[in-house]
């Protein structure tokens, strides 16, 4: 089998890098690339990975461990937020957002099919959708939008199908939603669709051409969690959430738990994770990674499967969030990537070029990958090995 292989974005240099794990050999590079990092990575079947640049307006198919890494670029509507296939990987959905203004504008939505080639743009609503694209014969589209909140439903064949000119697309259902909804999951083969709110996790499941409400997953907490992703190992979700006092200058005073919530025997599990600024999450074979930047220093939090909870240290960022400022402006991050099928967890050094790769199992750092460019803000990482079942979470990351 192929090594598993590691693809770093520096989103603001504009530079893609695919380095071999753990001996960091670069074997693919692009340049004048600006992803987003905001829709993320898609897992695509065949160790392959879906991706929007922002500033060209195309969403990529990359294939990391093929010679020729772009497989296919399509033309589609940015400032991409979100992005997310049916479970095939064949049927893809991209909608815009907020992108660098300071509030949403652009209401268009692009929907494609890989295997045929045709795509399609239609308008929405403006706001900051998120999408979920439940399968079968037949694919829906589900959107979450905010203020008002709802599910909104379409067919997948009738927005590829609408003519040219971004005509105005109106779903043929509605589920009401909480105004504040942020994060977004499914289950393929199940036809079940999740949206994180403030009261918990509202679950929908397809009833036809319809979705149909179910009971809601409380937090069991009074935090609550701002992003959502399915666990391909052991059919779980997953959060983090947050707490405290939401003024962005409070930051370093944020708590923060682990929310894993097993789906099939509907146990709720929470784990202490420290103050600060936690948000995105990865999954490796046996442990769930996070990482938490915080004045008094930076750590990855590694929770094994068996229970175990291991804090590693992490060195410090030059230009990292400071108290009395917000951790989203002109700071530098860190992003976390892993891959189901591994043991490797990377975690990135904003701002230094770097990226540290640690082995699950002990702990430990096993090298420091120098993939090339600064990492500004972090950058967006994704791992992935071959056969690794990545692809069994249809929402990019």
Partial sequence: MPAPVLLVSDHVDGSVHVLTVPDGTVV????????????????LPGGRVACVDDRRGELLVLDPFAERLVER????????????????????????????????????????DLETGDTARVRTRVGEPGVTVPGGDDPLIVLRHRQPGELAVHRFADLLAAPPGC????????????????????????GEVFAATGEGVHRARRKGDVLVHEAVIPW?????????????????????????????????????????????SGRTLHTELGPGLVFRLALARRHTAFTRIHPDGDELVLLGTDGTVRRVPLPAMQGAPRRGGTPWEGVQRRAVAASPGSDWIAVSRGGH????????????????????????HGGHMALRSLGDGAEGDPVGR
């Fill in 353 to 376: 070029g770097e990226v540290h790769l640690f082995d699950a199992e002990t702990g430990h750092e096993v090298t420091r990958l120098r993939p090339g460019g600064p990492l500004h």
């Fill in 167 to 190: 005509p105005e697309a109106t779903p043929h259902a509605v589920l009401p939603l909480p105004d504040d909804g942020h994060g977004d999951a499914q289950v393929p083969g199940t």
């Fill in 220 to 264: 069991g907490s009074p935090a609550r969690g701002w992003y959502l992703r399915l666990d391909t190992r052991r059919r779980a979700l997953w959060s983090t959430l947050r707490g405290g006092d939401p003024d962005p200058l409070r930051w370093p005073e944020w708590t923060n738990q682990a929310w894993r919530h097993d789906l099939e």
């Fill in 28 to 43: 693919g590079r692009l340049t004048g690339r600006h992803l987003s990092e905001h829709a993320g990575f898609l897992a």
């Fill in 73 to 112: 670029a399509v033309p589609v509507a940015v400032p991409a937020e979100h992005l997310a296939c049916d479970p095939s990987g064949r049927r893809l959905a991209v909608t815009t957002g907020l992108g660098e203004n300071a509030e949403p504008w652009s209401d268009l939505l692009t929907v494609l």
